[in-house]
Nanobody, 125 residues
Framework: QVQLVEAGGGLVQAGGSLRISCAAS????????MAWFRQAPGKEREFVAA????????GYADSVKGRFAISRDNAKNTVYLQMNSLKPEDTAVYYC??????????????????WGQGTLVTVSS
């Protein structure tokens, strides 16, 4: 069983930056593909970014490409999402997800077996 705990959400002004994190349990974290999804009020949960166990060639949604960066620290069992140039439309609950198979990254929710409880990011205009 994998447990994921997100942290670092909060209120930030448009144009600002925020880094959120996701701490994972499990001795084999380094082999997981990790991803961030987000869900705005009244909308479907959508893909934001993902990173395989190697940390190379991460994937991003077009809406965040060039502004957000996903990274991981396998020694700390933690994945991060650095969010820059934030916009009000980035306001959402951000969820961390894990795929223990870890061979590739996917932008599809059902590829991920484990989910965190979410952390709220609010961007004011």
């Amino acid at each position: 069983q994998v447990q994921l705990v997100e942290a670092g959400g909060g209120l930030v002004q448009a144009g600002g930056s925020l880094r959120i994190s996701c701490a994972a349990s499990g001795r084999t974290f380094s082999s997981y593909t990790m991803a961030w999804f987000r869900q705005a009020p009244g909308k479907e949960r959508e893909f934001v970014a993902a990173i395989t166990w190697t940390g190379t060639n991460p994937g991003y949604a077009d809406s965040v490409k060039g502004r957000f960066a996903i990274s991981r620290d396998n020694a700390k069992n933690t994945v991060y999402l650095q969010m820059n140039s934030l916009k009000p439309e980035d306001t959402a609950v951000y969820y961390c997800a894990a795929d223990p198979k870890g061979s590739a990254w996917y932008a599809i929710r059902n590829k991920y077996d484990y989910w965190g409880q979410g952390t709220l990011v609010t961007v004011s205009s």
